[in-house]
């Protein structure tokens, strides 16, 4: 690496480091797409035998259709992303141009460059040529859009973009031409915003405390991310979380009426909101006729949400556990400790955003003080096979703020202290509308 | 996988063979560099091959992991500078979990991790928000990777592998840091 290099990589390149990644993806290594569920597709438990232990609807094998359904080995990649975010570090950006990925576009931001009079932003799938940064394939960004910074570039979920400006002094002599590499797309931050010190005469224990406090322990969550970097965002949401609501037709929600899906614009998901009238269903995996159970199937969620092309979507299914669990948000209280709370209250303390995902449930049965039992257990796709051959299945407990397993596609709960049910909750999660910006 | 090589893969373990291979679902996602560190693609992570207090020599790690407390968890994370890097730190509770793999229970990656138990449970950075009825919290998120998590008692249907542990526990931790240009660059050189 030249030193030439080497500065522009420090220097000139205020990218997150996020951007780094998928050039080599792309240039090195091919896509890291994990080959998510497909569109309109429904997620099968593995075969196998449920595993129920005192469950009393027979033991019969009751081998799920679809049998050859993978072990919950395909779905479970981190993010599953078709969008990758990177920059090609040999490019020239001394006009400190700045990309913040987002679903399907850009956040662009620059310095303003002495003497210039004009910007004009060019993107392409190639390198661009400062000679001619129109030859290529390469496109101007929208008029009057990318004239100044900040400004928005839609992208392709996937695209991998070399985005250039160049700017011109009131001669017409272009002064500065700056380009980067990068796209959408990474992992949720947690949500943490509190800063803890240690509580005093408490072993162990924490105190929430000013962030800047010198006591406050060094290395924590909160203090590190992007839930602390206050980022540009598309939409809104505490900490790094940025989501945007949408209407049943797909479209985004301005005048404060009610709901259906939500954008989550950094991972590119598309999630169900539920409703008054199926937020308290829940529901079973597989086809589970022969063990008499009555509850909804979570196979039929999927079809009826496809059919009613929710949100203008037809590719809904459920999310995988990675998915699911970067919903959770550390930074709402919840039950991870033996506290319980008063029914009252308890259902406010959920680790999700209750505004953007406002039908979220708790299952609450308050038998006693000593053995309140209650969680928030929602399906995932994932699944495997235990050393028995059983299928154990993955859920996401917005309670706990926790990833559970469960020996049974009935995810029954079973409790000395109560009434023995069957299901889990479901929020379905969609890729989006590939190609098209809502 | 399909079930034949799933029936094969738990026909080895009946066996008390090594199967830890077919349990390597997400091999794809990681890639060790020449100096050891190896990049998580689908997070853009760059995490340590080795628990903290093993060592990396010749392509594998040696030594015991260290059991830490929380704050020296912290701690060690800040003095780390493994690989010419000190931005090492504690990964949070999201970045953690990435690392499980649904395959053979929660296992982690055995190709990409080696010489991490099979069972081990470990540290993120997140405190759990703080219960209502108090000021004060004494839970930090940890993750527990496992064959199989089994619950709490015989009371319980499910069992749960994120869980809030008092910081006076002694776990295991992984550091980690964010990708940049130049772990590229060294990537591509390498290639």
């Known amino acids: 690496m030249t030193d030439h290099l080497r500065n522009t990589l420090k220097a000139g390149l205020k990218v997150t480091s996020l951007f780094a990644v998928s050039l080599l993806l792309t240039a090195c290594l091919g896509s890291s797409d994990s080959g998510s569920s497909d569109a309109n597709t429904t997620n099968d438990p593995p075969a196998g035998d449920t595993g129920e232990n005192n469950q009393d609807t027979g033991d019969e094998d009751q081998n799920t259709d679809d049998g050859d359904q993978s072990t919950g080995d395909g779905d479970q990649n981190a993010s599953d992303n078709d969008q990758d975010t990177s920059i090609a570090p040999e490019l020239n950006n001394t006009a400190g141009l700045k990309a913040t990925p987002l679903a399907k576009q850009l956040i662009l931001e620059w310095d303003s460059v002495a003497e210039a009079d004009s910007y004009q932003v060019y993107f392409s799938s190639s390198l661009i040529d400062e000679a001619a940064p129109l030859s290529a394939g390469s496109r101007l960004a929208p008029d009057a859009s990318c004239q100044e910074s900040p400004c928005t570039l839609v992208l392709e979920p996937g695209e991998l973009t070399y985005v250039a400006l160049e700017t011109k002094d009131a001669e017409g002599e272009v002064i500065n031409f700056s380009q980067i590499r990068t796209a959408a797309g990474q992992l949720n931050d947690s949500g943490a915003l509190r800063c803890y010190a240690p509580h005093t005469g408490v072993a162990g224990g924490f105190d929430v405390a000013d962030c800047t406090a010198a006591t406050v322990i060094a290395g924590q969550d909160s203090l590190v991310g992007r839930d602390a970097d206050n980022p540009t965002k598309l939409g809104s949401g505490s900490g790094g979380f940025d989501f945007t609501k949408l209407d049943s037709n797909g479209h985004p929600v301005t005048d404060g009426s009610a709901h259906s899906c939500v954008r989550d614009n950094l991972t590119g998901l598309v999630w169900e909101v539920k409703t008054t009238a199926n937020r308290d269903t829940r529901y079973v995996w597989g086809d589970l006729s022969n063990q008499n159970v009555t509850a909804a199937n979570v196979h039929d969620l999927v079809a009826e949400t496809n059919s009613d092309n929710l949100c203008g979507l037809t590719n809904w299914r459920l999310p995988t556990a990675n998915e699911l669990f970067g919903l959770v948000d550390f930074d709402k209280p919840h039950g991870i400790t033996t506290w319980h709370g008063a029914d009252s209250v308890i259902d406010q303390y959920l680790s999700i955003d209750r505004d953007f995902f406002p039908h979220t449930r708790l299952l609450n049965y308050s038998t006693s003080s000593a053995s309140r039992i209650r969680h928030a257990h929602y399906w995932t796709s994932d699944s495997y096979l235990n050393e028995y051959s059983e299928p154990n299945y993955i859920l996401v407990d917005f309670f706990r703020g926790s990833l559970v397993n469960t020996y049974s596609a009935r995810a029954f709960f079973r409790h000395p202290d109560v009434v023995l049910h069957d299901g889990a909750f479901a929020r379905l999660v969609s890729k989006g509308s590939e190609g098209v910006q809502p | ?191």
Request: aromatic share 10%.
């Open chain 2, 1 to 191: 996988m399909n079930k034949q090589a799933l029936m094969l893969m738990i026909a080895g373990l009946f066996a008390g063979q090594t199967a830890l291979a077919a349990c390597n679902s997400n091999d794809a996602d990681y890639v060790t560099s020449s100096q050891g560190w190896v990049l998580q693609k689908s997070t853009g992570l760059i995490w340590q091959p080795c628990l903290g207090g093993m060592s990396f020599e010749s392509g594998s790690c040696t030594g015991t992991p260290t059991a830490a407390n929380w704050h020296q968890a912290l701690q060690a994370a800040q003095s780390n500078s493994d690989f010419q890097s000190s931005e090492w730190r504690l990964p949070n509770v999201k970045e953690v979990s990435s690392l499980l793999q649904f395959s053979c229970g929660t296992r982690i990656n055995e190709a990409a991790f080696a010489g991490q138990p099979i069972d081990s449970t470990l540290w993120s950075s997140t405190v759990g928000a703080p219960v209502p009825d108090g000021n004060y919290s004494n839970a930090v998120m940890t993750v527990r990777f496992f064959d199989e998590v089994q619950p709490p008692s015989n009371s319980f249907s499910y069992a749960p592998f994120i869980t809030g542990q008092a910081p006076t526990t002694t776990l295991n931790f992984r550091l980690v840091r964010n990708a940049t240009a130049e772990d590229f660059l060294q990537l591509q050189a390498s290639q």
